[in-house]
């Protein structure tokens, strides 16, 4: 069992400010095998490539801000207090265009953290 309280992520400070910033908060150490689990930020003007994993499905929970998700060309405004679900194969990527950081938790199945991660080129 690992109990997580959100304040103890919005009060981490990114080592690196500006750049974008995941930390692994559930690994093998804690004895799970097949779920993963990393706190993000993600500053104003950054982006996660748009991308699939073959076999990952992830739980994106957004703690502070506001970003775009791009699901499959949709884009999805992500807010502080909303989740969103991806399953494997869903072509996704994470877009911050505000002028704030943006904080969010994923949990994931099919650890390591880039574990099939295929990045996707668009035109």
Same mark, same amino acid.
């Given at each position: 069992?690992?109990?997580? &309280?959100?304040?103890?992520?919005?009060?981490?400070?990114?080592?690196?400010?500006?750049?974008t910033?995941?930390?692994?908060?559930?690994?093998?150490?804690d004895?799970? &095998?097949?779920?993963?689990?990393?706190?993000?930020?993600?500053?104003p003007?950054r982006?996660?490539?748009?991308?699939?994993?073959?076999n990952?499905?992830?739980?994106?929970?957004?703690?502070?801000?506001?970003?775009?998700?791009?699901?499959?060309? &949709?884009?999805?405004?992500?807010?502080?207090g909303?989740?969103?679900?991806?399953?494997?194969?869903? &072509?996704?990527?994470?877009?911050?265009?505000?002028?704030?950081?943006?904080?969010?938790?994923e949990?994931?199945?099919?650890?390591p953290?880039?574990?099939?991660f295929?990045?996707?080129?668009?035109?």
């Amino acid at each position: 069992m690992k109990h997580f &309280k959100t304040s103890h992520f919005l009060s981490m400070q990114n080592p690196n400010p500006g750049e974008t910033h995941r930390v692994e908060i559930l690994t093998s150490e804690d004895l799970f &095998k097949n779920l993963g689990g990393l706190f993000g930020v993600l500053p104003p003007g950054r982006e996660i490539a748009y991308h699939f994993h073959k076999n990952r499905e992830s739980v994106l929970i957004a703690l502070s801000g506001e970003a775009t998700e791009i699901v499959e060309g &949709k884009e999805i405004a992500f807010r502080e207090g909303e989740v969103i679900c991806i399953s494997a194969g869903e &072509k996704h990527g994470l877009r911050n265009p505000s002028d704030k950081d943006f904080c969010y938790v994923e949990f994931f199945t099919c650890p390591p953290v880039s574990a099939d991660f295929i990045e996707v080129k668009t035109s």
